[in-house]
T-cell receptor
Framework: AQSVTQPDIHITVSEGASLELRCNYS??????LFWYVQSPGQGLQLLLK??????LVQGIKGFEAEFKRSQSSFNLRKPSVHWSDAAEYFC????????????FGTGTRLKVLA | EAQVTQNPRYLITVTGKKLTVTCSQN?????MSWYRQDPGLGLRQIYY???????DKGDVPEGYKVSRKEKRNFPLILESPSPNQTSLYFC????????????FGPGTRLTVL
């Protein structure tokens, strides 16, 4: 069965510092992988996605993520965090065949210190 | 403007009183889905629909019903709400491709007393 683990419930970083949010998945093959951001009181917005090809994926707002098959990971990174990046971040997987279900992780809440 | 709309945005109801949360999209998307978001549990998929008259269960379908009679609408029905259905609900839509981006509505906060 598919599953997604985001081991960090909360992360606090200082503005300007680098950021890495962890995501590990369990799936029989390489799934489709997504990162979403949810700002307070808002719906979710797609940051980036991976489905094939280059394992380093660029997204919006200066985010990138790297797919590592050997580690079943899809970690999200940003070189320099801005105060406006404070939000909750969700990793998700989608099946490459069969079911059209999507599985989301439990989320990581990011706090940015001025 | 391309968007997914949900109504109502906030709802307080009592146990057992049937309710419907509407979802509508103006992007001609084939795929629509409902999720619930609970603290510490992230988003969990309730139901999804690949097209008109085609629906399938997500991971937490118990206590919910859906219908897809028109392409743009995908209402979520709680026939007999219970307090454990108190949650934040999101509707989403996307095109048919597996890698297509899901667009989320603003959410409906439901409280069942």
């Amino acid at each position: 069965a598919q599953s997604v683990t985001q081991p960090d419930i909360h992360i606090t970083v200082s503005e300007g510092a680098s950021l890495e949010l962890r995501c590990n998945y369990s799936y029989g093959a390489t799934p489709y992988l997504f990162w979403y951001v949810q700002s307070p009181g808002q719906g979710l917005q797609l940051l980036l996605k991976y489905f094939s090809g280059d394992t380093l994926v660029q997204g919006i707002k200066g985010f990138e993520a790297e797919f590592k098959r050997s580690q079943s990971s899809f970690n999200l990174r940003k070189p320099s965090v801005h105060w406006s990046d404070a939000a909750e971040y969700f990793c998700a997987v989608g099946a490459t065949s069969g079911t059209y279900k999507y599985i989301f992780g439990t989320g990581t809440r990011l706090k940015v210190l001025a | 403007e391309a968007q997914v709309t949900q109504n109502p945005r906030y709802l307080i109801t009592v146990t057992g009183k049937k309710l419907t949360v509407t979802c509508s999209q103006n992007m001609n998307h084939e795929y629509m889905s409902w999720y619930r978001q609970d603290p510490g549990l992230g988003l969990r998929q309730i139901y999804y629909s690949m097209n008109v008259e085609v629906t399938d269960k997500g991971d937490v379908p118990e206590g919910y019903k859906v219908s897809r009679k028109e392409k743009r609408n995908f209402p979520l029905i709680l026939e007999s709400p219970s307090p454990n259905q108190t949650s934040l609900y999101f509707c989403a839509s996307k095109s048919a491709g597996r890698t297509d981006t899901q667009y989320f509505g603003p959410g409906t906060r439901l409280t069942v007393l």
